[in-house]
């Protein structure tokens, strides 16, 4: 459940914490209790009747007894461009008797200062955020500015004149990187690089800002999860504010530790507003209804439309309901004449504009004419829409949803059935085919992210599905996949994808979806293939070669 808080608090991000990578730098004194649990994001610990060497044990920052003057903490904010700030709340829990009596904050911005440096206490650009204010015991103090200061980097946290305090958490808004900064995707709806949460349909069990924390959490209660729905055709919604507006590519759906209350499908929009909260803006879609799975990074190539704007918000509809731990959406921030941002040159490198957005300077690039896919993790909620995912699941409850598991050979294994249908669909012609179990030696392809590989030809089994399974990769092995659905008989471009898959996973094709033939990367693999044929090469496999190339394959 969420407990109630000021607004100011649920408004905007606990920039201060060290989940987000803030730390402290340099403290006067911390005696008897470390100064650096003050920025920790969860509530202080009673450790009541706890004794050290010291003295007694303290969640918090506590320094000794007698000081004449006052008492200091220099902290770096995570965010390398620093956040405005909207209040703070000091929390002398659980001291008592031995509370700091009070406190005041001051700031500075130096983005530009090594992380090793730390400015001096006593520098004479510290300016007053929070004049000096009185403290009780064992509570929070929430203080709420006459609006938005900074941005900061630093922050110097005043305690007159000794004593402790439990937490400190400073709110506010985290500012964006210096586009000058950003030359390659990057997710900008995370909350480092200025993203928000502005808005949710219902977070009963766990709050939309914890879809842009960094990292994966650690436990099904550090995403974002809503209440259950009763009947109807029910959704839930949350609105994500970039960071600057931005040309979207890929976007990732992680659904870490929602094992049996992960939403069943969802979608993503985007707008262009000026409002922090989008009221009446007209939405596109950028990602259609796509199947979600348990406990897992889902990675999504998003609609050529996701490329073609500077979009300021993103909204992710969940059907019906649920939790989704995290949102990633990786994009461009539009270049300064408001084109398109150049992303093949940007992943590869080689761009005029990527350079162009360190000088923030436009200058006429390459922008490549055919389509770019990113080569993305390969799931089965993913790969459905082309086939099946061959593997096991050592988390049975990550497993997708039905997949019958036993166990075999007298309860020495595990039997994980059904994953792929070995499937010949008989031509009206009526040709007989035999089930060929084979196995393909590939020679790697050299890919790099500077050398992206492009597309030349696409192969389709119309009446078979293919299996391949690697026999010759190590578990952290990697082999590349390109796939598009068929539409009357030839590729659907609209539905090209790559999945980079693991050693430890195999793939099948469905009949009729057009495929790459294998790539192998980084070096020779054997895989074993199951495959339909009747020897007829008109029938077993259709091949069209694209030699303008049918798109750029680039790595995440
Ligand atoms: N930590 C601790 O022991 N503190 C008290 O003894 C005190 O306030 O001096």
Redesign the pocket.
């Known amino acids: 459940m969420i407990t109630a808080l000021p607004d100011f608090v649920n408004d905007s991000i606990e920039v201060s914490s060290n989940a987000l990578g803030s730390r402290v730098l340099a403290v006067s004194d911390d005696f008897?209790?470390d100064a650096w649990q003050l920025l920790q994001p969860h509530d202080p610990v009673n450790l009541k009747g706890q004794?050290g060497p010291?003295?007694?044990?303290?969640d918090g920052w506590?320094n000794?007894?007698h000081c004449p003057t006052f008492n200091w903490v220099i902290i770096r904010l995570g965010s390398p461009a620093g956040a405005s700030l909207l209040g703070f709340d000091i929390d002398t829990r659980p001291f008592d008797?031995?509370e700091g009596p009070a406190g005041s904050v001051e700031a500075l911005f130096l983005p530009e200062l090594p992380d090793e440096d730390v400015p001096s206490a006593s520098d004479t650009r510290w300016v007053s955020v929070l004049p000096r204010k009185p403290l009780g015991p064992a509570s929070r103090h929430f203080f709420r500015l006459d609006r938005l200061h900074g941005p900061f980097t630093h922050l110097k946290l005043c305690m007159y004149p000794d004593?402790?305090f439990g937490r400190f958490r400073a709110y506010g808004v985290i500012s964006p990187p210096l586009l000058r900064s950003i030359t390659t995707p990057i997710d900008l709806a995370h909350v480092l690089n200025g993203g928000r949460c502005v808005a949710v349909s219902d977070q009963h069990f766990g709050v939309g800002k914890n879809l842009i924390l960094p990292g994966r959490g650690k436990d099904m209660g550090d995403g974002w999860e809503t209440k259950r729905s009763r009947g109807g055709d029910h959704t839930d919604w949350a609105i994500l504010k970039l960071g600057a507006p931005c040309h979207l590519l890929h976007a990732e759906i992680d659904t870490a530790h929602f094992k049996g209350n992960f939403p069943e499908s969802c979608t993503l929009d985007a707008c262009v507003c000026q409002e922090t909260v989008p009221s009446n803006a007209r939405w596109t879609s950028v990602l259609g209804r796509v199947k979600l799975g348990p406990h897992r990074q889902h990675q999504f190539q998003l609609e050529p439309a996701a490329r073609q704007t500077a979009w300021t918000h993103v909204r992710c509809t969940i059907f019906p309901d649920g939790g989704i731990k995290r949102l990633r959406l990786y994009g461009l921030p539009s270049r300064e004449d408001g084109r398109e941002p150049d992303f093949l040159g940007a992943i590869t490198g080689t761009s005029q504009v990527a350079s162009s957005l360190q000088a923030v300077a436009p200058v006429d690039a390459h922008t490549p004419s055919e389509p770019l896919i990113v080569a993305l993790t390969l799931t089965a909620e993913t790969f459905a829409p082309y086939g099946s995912v061959i593997q096991s699941y050592a988390d049975h409850a990550a497993a997708p949803r039905g997949l019958r598991i036993v166990l075999a050979n007298g309860g020495t294994a595990e039997k994980f059935n059904n994953l792929a249908p070995v499937h010949y669909g008989r031509p009206r012609s009526g040709e007989q085919a035999e089930l060929n179990s084979c196995v393909y030696r590939c020679q790697p392809e050299m890919f790099t992210k500077q050398e992206p590989w492009t597309v030349k030809v696409l192969e389709r089994h119309q009446y078979s599905s293919q299996s391949f399974v690697p026999i010759s990769l190590p578990a952290n092995g990697r082999y590349l996949v390109i796939v598009a659905q068929d539409k009357g008989g030839k590729p659907d471009l609209t539905s090209l994808r790559a999945f980079l898959a693991g050693g430890s996973q195999g793939i099948s094709y469905a009949a009729n979806v057009w495929h790459h033939p294998m790539i192998a990367l980084d070096t020779v693999t054997d895989f074993t293939c199951l495959v339909y044929e009747t020897g007829i090469a008109s029938i077993d496999c259709e091949i069209l070669e694209f030699p303008d190339g049918l798109a750029t394959v680039v790595m995440p």
């Open positions: 008897f209790a004794f010291k003295g007694a044990l303290f506590e000794a007894r008797g031995n004593g402790g």
